[in-house]
């Protein structure tokens, strides 16, 4: 099967780090994204995993275990701005086809 | 930045209606999907296309939709005969290479299809 979970909501403090998971039950995933989305707009690429390990880009990273079926995204020095929904979503093994998580919705407080 | 640009933001449709959602992709992309978004529900995939075919397709994609690429520039996605549970958010996405290698996909703003 290819279920993705993550949590539903989280919430955080303004200037803190948060994590949120990504657990994964699949076969033939050939790599991790995380996308961002506010209310009523589009994904928005935020990282990509296909090896393990971490991959860092500014304010955001991103971890993968593949072994696992693991994964998280971490946000620093959160903004107002980074409240939305994060979705985790791994690329099928056609290569063509992504597969979402519910995603989690982040509700970032002053 | 490149954007995938999506036409109309809003359609209303009365049930058993043909619409047509209509997609620019980036321009130097190869890879071209639809996902849709039923409200407050998950992102769920539709159909990919490459090389003027489809080469993967979801259950959701039946034989009420079609895809097709009429010129250089536009993807659209036909559905013939609207049904109630087809309102979502539809989105076009586009890649350069196959996503698994590492070419990211970027979506455009979407189309909120409303079918009455």
């Known amino acids: 099967g290819q279920n993705i979970d993550q949590p539903t909501e989280m919430t955080a403090t303004e200037g803190a780090i948060v994590q949120i998971n990504c657990t994964y039950q699949t076969s033939g995933f050939n790599g991790l994204f995380w996308y961002q989305q506010h209310a009523g707009e589009a994904p928005t690429f935020l990282s990509y995993?296909?090896?393990?390990g971490l991959e860092e880009k500014g304010r955001f990273s991103s971890f993968l275990s593949r072994s696992k079926g693991y994964s998280y995204l971490l946000l620093k020095e959160l903004q107002m701005k980074d409240s939305a929904s994060y979705l985790c979503a791994g690329i099928s093994g056609g290569y063509n086809k992504l597969i979402f998580g519910a995603g989690t919705r982040l509700a970032v407080h002053p | 930045e490149p954007e995938v640009t999506q036409t109309p933001s809003h359609q209303v449709t009365q049930m058993g209606q043909e619409v047509i959602l209509r997609c620019v992709p980036i321009?130097?992309?190869?890879?071209f999907y639809w996902y849709r978004q039923i409200l407050g529900q998950k992102v769920e995939f539709l159909v990919s296309f490459y090389n003027n075919e489809i080469s993967e397709k979801s259950e959701i994609f039946d034989d009420q939709f079609s895809v097709e690429r009429p010129d250089g520039s536009n993807f659209t996605l036909k559905i013939r005969s609207t049904k109630l549970e087809d309102s979502a958010m539809y989105f076009c996405a586009s890649s350069e290479a196959q996503g698994g290698s590492g070419g990211h996909f970027t979506f455009g703003s979407g189309t909120r299809l409303t079918v009455v």
């Open positions: 321009s130097n992309h190869l890879y």
């Open positions: 995993n296909v090896l393990d």
